[in-house]
């Protein structure tokens, strides 16, 4: 008797949850096949009933997950006035607490080099998720401010890059100040005063 429609998404789901969890934290080509079955508590046997391939999994782990631009869109849907909401986030982003938690936080951050290098399939999905969290960027430039694309991709830039350089530092000391500088440089491309969290008027 085959498994159910529901079971079968539970059983993608795991695998999902897994092969994020540890492409975040061992890069593409650190985590095998074997060892993200294992961690989602099933046998290398079941995998390609769900994927084509490793490369096909990377691509649906990129599809699926992009927890920055979910946590902003949240955070714009529950109050759309609530400019400070999405912006608190965007400094949770940048917080300290986020550099040891590389298999949890952002597969941007994590694996942006291993996507460069990856299928064309995977830097498609790849670059899907790079829109998706400019427009949510992009949603809360500053009314005022000009050029709200670019700021959007600038302000993308920043984040990803400044989480991905400060947990490649050995400094903590040097870690922490480039979350902070870079913090207060988002905040200011996208229109607003890092000091008060308000709009620059």
Known sequence: MGYSK???ERVRRRI??????????HGFHGAAIDDI???AGLTRGGFYAHFKSKEDLLTRVVEDELEFATRLREA???DPDDV???LKRIEYYLAPGNL???????TLAANASDLGRSSRAARKAFTRSFHGLVEEFRAIVAIDADAPDERAVAAVCTCVGALAMARAVTDADLARRLLASSRNAVLRELGYDPRRLSPEI
């Open 100 to 106: 040891k938690r590389v298999g949890a936080a952002c």
């Open 76 to 78: 714009r849907e529950e």
């Open 16 to 25: 999902l949850d897994s092969a994020g969890r540890l492409f975040r934290r």
């Open 37 to 39: 079955m294992a961690d």
């Open 84 to 86: 400070e909401a999405a």
């Open 6 to 8: 529901a079971h079968t």
